[in-house]
């Protein structure tokens, strides 16, 4: 079972991750309260434990503006997370060699047969992704496809996560306290992720 801590926007946030260990953080590159730019991420990542890899995450933006970030060495993983269509991915392969995570909602599953053969993961999130709001879980009964899960998952609800089918768990306002990480919550939830059985 893989952890990714996702939304490190604080010199402290990479502390926590560096001490805590989980196997990915993610930088947001779009807008969004914890959006960061090409400056900050490089000193995160010139900070960052080696051992972790990077994802960057971003939305319908310009496959240039992607292409630039992962040639300064900023990110190991590209998070798609907007209405990105299979010909952008396509072209998108083309000009990057990263692997691709492809982020659907729950409420249009339906779609994650369009990008089978194309992308390398997905990410299933809530109907409203970044709303920090869980969902209807067993709507995840029957994928096949690797997926992270996303979307309101927290301590009370850590371990019931993990069963859900998914290789991996994406979290960031979940491990938050006022808006910030909490190295007591990221702590605990990459913890109780390492000693799941899936």
């Known amino acids: 079972m893989l952890i990714k801590i996702c939304g490190l926007f604080k010199n402290q946030d990479i502390d926590y991750v560096n001490e805590a260990l989980p196997d990915f953080v993610g930088f947001v590159f779009t807008k969004s ?3 960061i730019g090409m400056k900050e991420a490089l000193y995160f990542k ?17 496959i240039s503006t992607i292409k630039a970030i992962v040639d300064m060495g900023l990110i190991d993983y590209i998070q798609l997370h907007g209405q990105e269509s299979l010909d952008y991915i ?9 692997p691709i995570i492809k982020a659907i909602t729950i409420d249009k599953i339906d779609t994650i047969k369009e ?8 990410l299933i999130d809530g109907p409203r992704p970044g ?37 991996g768990i994406d979290i960031s306002s ?24 899936g």
């Open 33 to 35: 309260k914890r959006q």
């Open 115 to 122: 990008y089978v053969g194309f992308v390398d993961c997905y």
């Open 46 to 62: 010139q900070r960052l434990n080696s051992s972790i890899q990077t994802v960057g995450v971003f939305v319908n933006q310009e």
């Open 90 to 98: 396509k072209l998108l392969k083309e000009k990057i060699n990263k």
């Open 174 to 197: 979940g491990v938050e306290t006022n808006g910030v990480k909490d190295i007591n919550k990221i702590k605990h939830i990459v913890g109780v992720v390492r000693n799941a059985k």
């Open 131 to 167: 709303s920090g709001e869980t969902y209807d879980w067993n709507l995840l009964k029957g994928i096949t496809e690797r997926f992270f899960l996303a979307g309101g998952i927290n301590q009370d609800n850590i371990q019931e996560a993990c069963l859900t089918g998914c290789i």
